[in-house]
């Protein structure tokens, strides 16, 4: 353990000009070029077994210990989003409507310093480490099903992954045995009505009012058709009706986000959207074309890994709090690696004490307390080596 944690403190400020370097470069799902090819280059020049193009644009490196043992995986997303930074910041985005806002430069950073630091301790450990650096976490289908299918898992015994996030204080580390973030899926709906002149909507069928109704009445759906002690998140991000100012809309497209944990609560939804979108079109003399898209299922962690997990996050002298965290209604395809092998999926602090504003992941003046990638690291590499002595 102090090997680890002084040659993570030795090396913080290199993960600290990774992430900085990778923020200011950042790609979007399934556009990654530049990123993989830097992730790739850094392990092969430590002298790690590489394999790049995995299920598309991933990079699996492997760390060979000097026995025989299990297989650790640590698994970092480094994809970006479509969004313009607004920070004012020496490390701010270049390139123009793209930002990491959600934390993936630092997963990154963090996952490619640990593989530094345990190198440098192959002599010392039994089994074999597998670093997943997995493209498109943010858009489905994602890079997690299509890299498990290219074989990032075989030989897998156990997987670990972390998420720093801006909202909980530094120092906290947050667990949850069982379901910890949500299925995330999406909806489209066009409503088609029947456009005509502003003066006379009695001749028109008015998609603009048809979708209004339908949006206002929405929320119904959880807060009268679901059980009150299941969870539940309907949200409307689309509406769009471009047309001009004295004109009746004939068709209006809207999009949200359905988010849920039961698959019983989750097909009950798509049902009842359907059901109460033709009710309304019905009624306005409308028509509707409706698709509900499934994304990642719930992130469902595994009882006897969360608990190791929290158990080393004890030890970490940087962490102040380790607790169990309620349910997050945010998605991650995570969820995917936890499906075939055993494994924890955990929340580091990153919340900076002294910044009297914290923006949201996905906020175009999203950052964190950079401080948190070095607690994620020494969590995370105690729980490998750990992990791997305990199971020789």
């Known amino acids: 353990m102090d090997h680890l944690f002084s040659a993570l403190h030795k090396y913080y400020e290199e993960m600290v000009s990774i992430r900085r370097y990778l923020h200011e470069n950042p790609e979007l799902s399934f556009q990654e070029v530049h990123t993989p090819a830097y992730i790739a280059n850094y392990h092969r020049d430590l002298g790690l077994e590489v394999r790049e193009g995995v299920g598309g644009r991933g990079v699996v490196a492997t760390l060979r210990g000097a026995k025989p043992g299990k297989t650790v995986a640590i698994r970092a997303d480094f994809d970006a989003l479509a969004i313009q930074e607004l920070n004012d910041i020496p490390f701010k985005s270049k390139v123009d409507g793209v930002m990491h806002a959600c934390g993936h430069d630092g997963h990154t950073a963090i996952a490619l310093v640990l593989a530094k630091t345990l190198y440098e301790m192959k002599e010392d450990f039994h089994g074999n480490i597998v670093f997943i ?76 009012v048809t979708g209004s109704q339908f949006v206002t009445q929405l929320q119904s759906v959880v807060s009268r058709r679901v059980d009150p002690l299941k969870s539940a998140v309907i949200s409307i991000g689309h509406f769009e009706a471009i047309n001009p100012f004295n004109v009746i809309a004939e068709k209006v497209v809207i999009k949200g986000t359905v988010r849920t944990f039961e698959e019983e609560v989750r097909s009950f939804i798509e049902n009842e959207i359907e059901l109460l979108l033709k009710s309304i079109c019905d009624g306005a003399h409308a028509t509707y074309e409706y698709k509900f898209s499934r994304g990642y299922p719930p992130v469902v962690n595994h009882k006897k890994e969360t608990q190791f997990l929290a158990d080393i996050a004890c030890q970490v002298p940087e962490v102040k709090n380790v607790a169990e965290c309620s349910p997050l209604m945010v998605g991650e395809d995570f969820a995917y690696y936890l499906e075939k092998v055993p494994g924890t999926f955990f929340i580091t602090g990153a919340k900076n004490p002294e910044w009297s504003t914290v923006y949201p992941h996905h906020h175009p003046k999203f950052n964190f307390d950079e401080k948190a990638m070095l607690i994620a690291a020494k969590t995370l590499g105690l729980a490998t080596l750990t992990y791997l002595k305990n199971n020789k």
């Open 133 to 208: 650096h997995q493209f498109a976490e943010e858009i489905t289908p994602g890079g997690a099903k299509p890299m498990i299918e290219d074989g990032c898992l075989d030989g897998v015994d156990v997987i670990f992954g972390t998420h720093l996030w801006a909202p909980t204080p530094l120092g906290d580390v947050s667990v949850r045995n069982g379901a910890i973030m949500a299925a995330a899926d999406m909806f489209e709906i066009t409503i088609h009505g029947k456009g005509g002149h502003g003066a006379e909507p009695h001749n028109s069928v008015d998609a603009i």
